[in-house]
T-cell receptor, first 115, second 113 residues
């Protein structure tokens, strides 16, 4: 068990829809991450929240909007997406500070298809 | 921008064969990790190496961190079908209080019975 749960596991949406991805971690971590995983490309870091503060926003289009209401929950709000946004979206968590801060635990991901 | 180049991208072998996956960069990393990802799942951490020249063994898997901390390798002895999956290397360059990792593009390993 990874301790990081993502819902939904699969999502199909039209370009005009609004949907949200949810991530919850039960590991007592205080940093959370969103990644995009596309075929034949390295994992792309999208957003990082550390101690509930957004500390990374890697040139992600505004149609992706993250929210971190507390250290255990992370959301990715989606609106007016494009077909090229179809991918596996992974959530991860880690400690902040200390020797284990670079060890990330991943959820199973949400497979997103934009029609 | 730091990059990690993984090779090969695809590897298809028979059960019992040995294999090595490489992860190379021109940048120095404070630590490097290897993850394995199975279809429909997220990456799962296999090992972290932090010292130049370090070698770690995990059953039939041997991980090595280069002396200059710019490269790493994963060697699997007597591969089994259960080793099939996507292998990812990820480096942490330091300088942040959280784990900002750079990932390689991955190696898809298929082990045939």
């Amino acid at each position: 068990e990874t301790g990081v749960t993502q819902t939904p596991r699969h999502l199909v949406m039209g370009m005009t829809n609004k949907k949200s991805l949810k991530c919850e971690q039960h590991l007592g971590h205080n940093a959370m991450y969103w990644y995009k995983q596309s075929a034949k490309k390295p994992l792309e870091l999208m957003f990082v929240y550390s101690l509930e503060e957004r500390v990374e926003n890697n040139s992600v289009p505004s149609r992706f909007s993250p929210e971190c209401p507390n250290s255990s929950h992370l959301f990715l709000h989606l609106h007016t997406l494009q077909p090229e946004d179809s991918a596996l979206y992974l959530c991860a968590s880690s400690q902040v500070y200390g020797a284990a801060k670079n060890i990330q635990y991943f959820g199973a991901g949400t497979r997103l298809s934009v029609l | 921008t730091q990059l990690l180049e993984q090779s090969p991208q695809f590897l298809s072998i028979q059960e019992g064969e040995n294999l090595t996956v490489y992860c190379n960069s021109s940048s120095v990393f404070s630590s490097l990790q290897w993850y394995r990802q199975e279809p429909g799942e997220g990456p799962v951490l296999l090992v972290t190496v932090v010292t130049g020249g370090e070698v770690k063994k995990l059953k039939r898997l041997t991980f090595q961190f280069g002396d200059a901390r710019k490269d790493s390798s994963l060697h699997i002895t007597a591969a089994q079908p259960g080793d099939t999956g996507l292998y990812l290397c990820a480096g942490w360059a330091g300088g942040t209080s959280y784990g900002k990792l750079t990932f390689g593009q991955g190696t898809i390993l298929t082990v045939h019975p």
